[in-house]
């Protein structure tokens, strides 16, 4: 009886703690996200009210958009979009549901390292989509973008179970993103071709370091001058 009795004690104290460590959790995620928020309210204010305008189509729900200094892909950017999304609902239809509950905008817009990006402020997925070298090969980008789609929209699926990304967080969320991008391209092969071997490498933080450690200064510069590469381009 005795027995019985702390068992049922020490289950109480346990589930006590959980929630507890659960509150603290949202406390910290709603302390960090009304500081990102107010940061990123010009964002908000100019950029979406932009995208809305700048809006090229969309796809069940998910609104492609254009934001880039050289407009002369907009038509491919759509197109290719809506082949990935088309790309990643027939495989996966699981992951294509959390793409359309956590991207609002995809966006197409000068990055200054990566390929893609996601932005909680607005739910956009941002895409530098020159990156993407269609013309080399059509098959393998289509491919890759549809894997950085997946990885991107796991970023949002995140940030709705109350994870911010923070310095401490970041690595542990970004292996967990590529885990799910790994997950979806497997999907993708045939016997012929591995494409999940071609198209995923193994994690390797170091490849997050440019952005992480960059600074504020440093980013900025980085995307001026991807501006003025893109702009030549014209
Ligand atoms: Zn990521």
Known sequence: ???????????????????????????????????????????????????????????KGIDISSASFNRSNDAEFLERTVQALQMVERLDVRRFRRIQREVRFIVNCELSDAGASYRRTGHVCQV????????????????????????????????????AYTPKS?????????????????????PERRWSEQIIRPFDERRWHASWYAGFFRRGIRIGERIVEVKRRA
Request: proline share 2%; charged share 25%; net charge positive.
């Open 1 to 59: 009886m005795a027995e019985t009795l702390s068992t049922s004690r020490g289950h109480a104290i346990r589930r006590w703690l959980a929630r507890t460590a659960s509150t603290l959790r949202r406390i910290r995620f709603w302390v960090h996200i009304s500081v990102q928020k107010s940061l990123s309210y010009p964002f908000v204010t100019i950029l979406c009210p932009r995208y809305h305008r700048d809006r090229l189509g969309s796809y």
């Open 128 to 163: 530098d989509f020159r990156r993407y070298d269609f013309g080399r090969d059509a098959e393998w980008y289509l491919r890759s973008y549809a894997s950085a789609l997946v990885h991107e929209a796991t970023h949002g699926a995140i940030y709705s179970r109350y994870v």
């Open 170 to 190: 970041r690595c542990a969320i970004e292996r967990l993103c590529h885990t799910e991008e790994h997950r979806f391209v497997m999907r993708l092969d045939t």
